[in-house]
């Protein structure tokens, strides 16, 4: 019989090893993390929120000297920690332009030798979401502009509008008819859409399309169209439109008449109304080319940039392979700005202690923490300040159209945004269905802080911040959240109102799940779907 006591005693030494060597690396990783935790402290939080909440910030609108003197201290944090600029700087300059109206705009008539300008406001007007640019060729009347095979209906059926411009009557057919014969009746289908109506007339080769009021449904044709700010003096600059300073010319140009050029094209408006009055009638469409007319339309945009900065640091990974994959950690440092009108000696600033001082204060305390360790996560971590939030997520969605690390690189996206007001003990997260993975990570890192957490299992992804901005692009996200209260977007979300100690410890579970995520090599998938309900 063969002897088998050495081997048995060295397994027995290996598994001994193992079992007692196991704690000392579990404590090992326990002190490291719990020296980074210890930099979180609510004083550290209370300093950052009581600066960027302070009067002088004047409410840090996007844009604003006071939002760019946040930013700049932002970016010195970042600097002091010895975070590094991504690109060569720590901050990416918005993405959006306000729009307006250029001098260059015209619409006019060409019938044999004489042509006919028309006024702006007074005879036609362009729609906010028209293309930018010039558009000339023959006249088509296209009825309703639609296309809707269900309904057996085409405006466009053996019309020819390749390069022409065609005109289309605003709404459906049925509207005057409450049996529902065609469409819905009274009740208006997404083939009413103006945007639809567009998209149809693109793609059928039109090169620009007016739109008419019908004489059966409306007693006036002036146009409405968008109210542009060159020409509309009642129109405030916060009402400007803004859009992506670069966006390209994709549309057709687009533009309401009025019943000046309504009668320069159909003779009078009896005539439209006739023709109106048949497609009623028959259920039919009733097209036809306008003999005799050119038309030469110009829309022409002027854009100004919004203003405003992302402030953005990286902390490179350690790992050869990991270190091209990055974790984002952020936060929106923007709030509402003042009041215009006020009464003498009232409180007209919207200081934005908890939205969003409050989670600007735990990006940069997670930042802080991570920039302590003494060896690098192994994964990458980026640190970014949003600005814009309160705007309509401009500073996120400027970051995910052009992202400074590859979004298919990025293995996950933290928002923390209003995280230190109520019930001391309870946390949202929201995206917590869309996002399982992360979830359950969160789960056991919160063992270690003890939260409440009162997880979103709303089918659809909530919270209107900059995680959403994200998640639509494809990366996981979740939102760390403490929830609404009576002082959102009033002058009283000051600073003494906000719990340092809960927003603390909101922050480390934040560096916590940012830590084991940057660490772990796992990849994490979205599951469901979303549809953003706004903050």
């Not at 408006?269 to 050119?294: C, G, W, Y």
């Not at 494809?474 to 003494?496: N, S």
């Amino acid at each position: 019989m063969p002897d088998c006591r050495y081997p048995v005693s060295r397994t027995i030494f290996i598994a001994l090893l193992i079992f007692l060597l196991t704690p000392v690396f579990v404590r090992a990783q326990r002190n490291v993390t719990g020296h980074a935790i210890s930099i979180i402290t609510p004083n550290l939080m209370k300093q950052t929120i009581s600066y960027l909440a302070s009067d002088s910030m004047k409410g840090r609108a996007t844009p604003s000297p006071e939002l760019d003197a946040a930013g700049e201290f932002i970016a010195r944090q970042f600097k002091s920690f010895g975070l590094q600029p991504v690109k060569g700087s720590y901050f990416q300059e918005l993405s959006f332009c306000y729009l307006d109206l250029g001098k260059e705009t015209f619409l006019s008539v060409v019938k044999g030798i004489e042509t006919r300008n028309f006024k702006i406001k007074d005879d036609f007007i362009p729609y906010e979401f028209s293309g930018s640019r010039p558009a000339e060729g023959e006249m088509v009347f296209a009825g309703y502009g639609i296309t809707a095979p269900e309904y057996h209906y085409d405006d466009y059926k053996d019309l020819d509008v390749q390069g022409k411009i065609v005109a289309v009557l605003r709404q459906e057919p049925g509207q005057t008819d409450s049996t529902g014969k065609l469409f819905d009746g009274i009740a208006l289908t997404h083939y009413s859409s103006l945007k639809e109506k567009q998209e149809n007339a693109q793609a059928h080769g039109a090169a620009g399309i007016l739109v008419m009021s019908g004489p059966l449904q409306y007693s006036s044709l002036q146009p409405t169209g968008f109210a542009w700010p060159s020409w509309s003096k009642t129109v405030s600059k916060d009402a400007l439109l803004m859009d992506y300073c670069d966006k390209p010319a994709m549309c057709i140009p687009m533009v309401q008449v009025g019943e000046s050029v309504i009668t320069e094209l159909f003779g009078r408006v009896d005539s439209l109304k006739r023709v109106q009055q048949r497609i009623e009638k028959t259920m039919q469409s009733h097209s036809f080319a306008i003999p005799n007319r050119i038309l030469a339309l110009n829309v022409s945009f002027t854009s100004k940039p919004i203003g405003g900065r992302n402030v953005i640091a990286l902390l490179e990974g350690s790992d050869p392979a990991l270190k091209n994959e990055v974790i984002v950690i952020g936060g929106h440092y923007d709030h509402i700005g003042c009041m215009k009108e006020r009464q003498a000696d009232s409180d007209y600033i919207f200081n934005g202690a908890d939205d969003n001082a409050s989670g600007t204060s735990g990006v940069l305390a997670v930042a802080k923490a991570f920039a302590t360790m003494v060896e690098s996560p192994r994964r990458s971590v980026m640190f970014i300040a949003f600005a814009g939030e309160e705007r309509g997520l401009l500073g996120s969605a400027t970051y995910v159209r052009k992202p400074l690390w590859p979004l298919e690189k990025t293995v996950a996206m933290l928002n923390l945004d209003m995280i230190g007001r109520n019930n001391p003990d309870s946390l949202y997260i929201i995206g917590a269905r869309q996002n399982p993975g992360l979830l359950k990570v969160v789960r056991k890192q919160n063992k270690a802080i003890g939260f409440t957490l009162v997880e979103s299992q709303n089918k659809q992804l909530e919270g209107g911040s900059d995680h959403a901005s994200f998640f639509y692009q494809g990366v996981p996200v979740l939102f760390f959240f403490t929830g609404f209260h009576p002082d959102y977007h009033k002058v009283t979300d000051q600073a003494d109102r906000i719990d340092a100690d809960k927003a603390a410890r909101v922050a480390r579970l934040a560096f916590l799940t940012a830590w084991t995520v940057a660490n772990e090599n796992k990849h994490y998938k979205i599951t469901g779907s979303a549809d953003g309900t706004g903050k």
